[in-house]
């Protein structure tokens, strides 16, 4: 029995979510580009996604 009624709170849900069938996972792009220039251009992002299987 946890004293701390959020951190109860917190692990029960972190049960559920991982024991009835939701997925998640992580996407990450990085774009690079060169103009004739000479001027480089980069950027870079990430987004963790959770869906229901």
Sequence with gaps: MCTAL????????AK???NKGYG???VK???RTKY???VEF??????LLF???
């Design 36 to 38: 004739s220039s000479g």
């Design 29 to 31: 792009i990085d774009l």
């Design 42 to 47: 980069s950027t870079s992002d990430g987004i």
């Design 24 to 26: 998640f996972g992580m």
């Design 16 to 18: 559920e979510f991982f």
């Design 51 to 53: 869906w229901k299987e």
């Design 6 to 13: 959020t951190y109860c709170d917190l692990e029960k849900a």
